[in-house]
């Protein structure tokens, strides 16, 4: 058993210092996922990769909510998700009408530069990435490991317990599936 699985195994037990031990073994790896995927969001994103971090940990170190972990990939997969769902919220936040809705901010510097329509994408995708999962719960669980965590195939086939072939499949599939979805909706 190695050190991340021991102490996610004290958190469940409910030993008040695990989550402490926790934060240091995992935290670069975290870190190092969030910054990728916040890469790959459009320009304008304000959220950091130490927020993003401390945001899904924290989530993730609920009290109120009785956490099991099986082992590290697992603990990841569930991080992939937490990420996943604050950069929805996050863009969701944007849109709505307290923050200006649908209004086209416009820096005072570059009045004459036509902006971009408001991003739609990672919102599309969480649909779709929903209906996915109602159909197909593993395909849907390797998007998000792969998607969101920044995993290699091969870990996240270990993570999700499947052999790298199948992995390789069911990420096609999920690629075409999520590609009709997005543009049927698009």
Do not use: C
């Not at 304000?46 to 009785?66: G, I, P």
């Not at 995708?125 to 159909?135: S, V």
Request: aromatic fraction near 6%.
């Amino acid at each position: 058993m190695n050190e991340v699985t021991r102490i996610l195994s004290g958190i469940e037990a409910g030993d008040p210092h695990a989550a402490e031990q926790l934060l240091p073994l995992v935290y670069d790896e975290l870190r190092k996922l969030a910054a990728q995927k916040l890469a790959e969001e459009k320009p304008g994103q304000t959220l950091q990769a130490t927020a993003l971090v401390h945001e899904a940990y924290l989530r993730l170190m609920d009290t109120e909510k009785a956490q099991q972990w099986d082992n590290r990939g697992h603990f990841f997969a569930a991080a992939a998700e937490a990420m996943r769902r604050i950069l929805i919220e996050n863009v969701r936040r944007k849109k709505s009408q307290k923050h200006g809705g649908h209004a086209e901010h416009v820096p005072l510097d570059q009045i004459e530069v036509a902006l971009p329509p408001p991003d739609d994408d990672l919102l599309a995708l969480d649909d779709a990435l929903t209906r996915l999962a109602a159909e197909r719960p593993v395909v849907a669980e390797l998007v998000k490991l792969r998607f969101f965590a920044g995993l290699t195939m091969d870990e996240a086939a270990h993570a999700l317990g499947i052999s790298p072939a199948t992995a390789y499949r069911q990420w096609n599939y999920a690629q075409a599936w999520l590609f009709r979805a997005v543009a049927k909706n698009g």
